[in-house]
């Protein structure tokens, strides 16, 4: 199984960006998908999971401005981000938890005017 990760970029505060994670290979029945992120010198950090039938979860900082969402027939799952803050900048992570745990290789989000 392989996530490649697209969308990250440089944008100012209160912009918005959109993240697409692509999953390929031996994927079948139900999984989980989901965003993490890592900023230098903090830990990786939940931003948003959502199972194959649609349950999400998202983390408390991010809640009213970051929508999850997946096309199962794609097997891709998007982030949508909308009123960017400076301290939303981070590597974003794309995750599938499928009969074991897989990572894309990550998406730098500079959020800065």
């Known amino acids: 199984v392989q996530l490649v990760e697209s969308g990250g970029g440089l944008v100012q505060p209160g912009g918005s960006l959109r993240l697409s994670c692509a999953a390929s290979?031996?994927?079948?029945?139900?999984?989980?998908m989901g965003w993490y992120r890592q900023s230098p010198g903090k830990q990786r950090e939940l931003v948003a999971t959502?199972?194959?039938?649609?349950?999400?979860n998202y983390a408390d900082s991010v809640k009213g401005r970051f929508t999850i969402s997946r096309d199962n027939s794609k097997n891709t799952v998007y982030l949508q981000m909308n009123s960017l803050k400076p301290e939303d900048t981070a590597v974003y992570y794309c995750k599938l938890v499928h009969f074991g745990t897989y990572w894309g290789k990550g998406t730098l989000v500079t959020v800065s005017s």
């Open positions: 290979g031996s994927i079948s029945g139900s999984n989980t």
């Open positions: 959502i199972s194959t039938f649609g349950n999400t």
